[in-house]
């Protein structure tokens, strides 16, 4: 294994990350501003990695859109940063990418998105990972996931499960599709990457795809909660509306991953053997 250096290490995916890679130099906020050019070089100049994997980002979508510079700077700016310092000590750089680089709107009949499609974001988060991915070079990869969730760090399936066991009523869209992602599978895929040398673009997410609705409806049942408990809305209906607007068919085609024969679990069996630890964890 090469040597890695995984930033955002107190996130959901770092933290799965760290579990699988403990001898990675984990690097949190507490340790490093990313967008701190000097702080970049010196962190990485100090630990000599051969491989960043830079999961750190300003994540919150409707936040982006309200602070667009922080955003920019986070998402964008801080890629460069971590290119040129990557650069200096001569280490590959993969970092994650999302669903909402694309428009969210295929041409034509609903259709997966593939690593060579156009990107065309509509929101500021998505703008800004873009900008964020526009820094790489040829020989570091970006990998694009979606809907993330796992057992560290607040995230839709923590939320729904706290409310179902509380008995509480829900409602969810029907109207936005997408593939629900484990940070843990997630998190195999990026050291498989790494070890592999895989370089460009590569989406990455668990098979199978759903609304946000079915995705509820789909945990609570594997927590053993009444479905019953969530009922569906369209986008139009969210009181208040959303800041940001979120893709309304943003399945991705992991087209490079299936043609090495490298698959995900779809989300449905992660979902299952995972939601005892899940549950347990909040
Ligand atoms: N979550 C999703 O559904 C999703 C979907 C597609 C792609 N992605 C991408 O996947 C990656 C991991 O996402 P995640 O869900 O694990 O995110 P997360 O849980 O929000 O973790 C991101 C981490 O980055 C840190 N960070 C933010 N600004 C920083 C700064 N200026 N300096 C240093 N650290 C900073 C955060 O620290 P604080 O907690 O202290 O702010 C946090 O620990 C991100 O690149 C994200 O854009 C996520």
Request: aromatic share 6%; charged share 20%; glycine share 8%.
């Amino acid at each position: 294994m090469k040597k890695l250096l995984i930033t955002g290490a107190n996130g959901q995916l770092g933290r799965d990350l760290a579990i699988r890679a403990p001898e990675a130099v984990l690097i949190s906020r507490q340790d490093l501003d990313i967008t701190d050019r000097d702080a970049v070089l010196a962190c990485l100049y100090t630990h000599k990695p051969e491989v960043v994997i830079h999961t750190a980002a300003m994540t919150a979508v409707d936040s982006c859109e309200s602070e667009p510079d922080r955003a920019f700077t986070t998402n964008g700016l801080a890629t460069r940063w971590m290119v040129e310092a990557a650069d200096v000590v001569g280490a590959r750089l993969i970092t994650i990418s999302t669903d909402y680089v694309f428009s969210g709107e295929p041409e034509g009949p609903d259709h997966p998105w593939h690593e060579w499609d156009a990107p065309d974001p509509r929101s500021i988060y998505g703008a800004s990972k873009l900008a964020g991915e526009s820094e790489l070079r040829p020989n570091d990869t970006i990998v694009r996931t979606a809907w993330l969730a796992g057992i560290h760090g607040p995230n839709i399936v923590k939320t729904v499960l706290s409310m179902g066991l509380s008995g509480a009523e829900m409602k969810f869209v029907d109207d936005q599709i997408g593939s629900p992602t484990f940070t843990s599978d997630l998190a195999d895929t990026l050291l498989w990457i790494a070890d592999e040398g895989i370089t460009g673009i590569v989406h990455a997410t668990n098979e199978g795809y759903t609304s946000w609705f079915g995705y509820v409806q789909a945990i609570l049942y594997a927590a053993g909660i009444d479905p019953a408990l969530v009922s569906r809305i369209s986008t139009h209906d969210l009181n208040p509306p959303r800041l940001a607007r979120r893709p309304r068919y943003s399945v991705m085609d992991n087209t490079v991953l299936r043609s090495m024969d490298h698959q995900l679990p779809h989300y449905l069996e992660t979902l299952e053997h995972s939601i005892g630890e899940i549950v347990a964890s909040i």
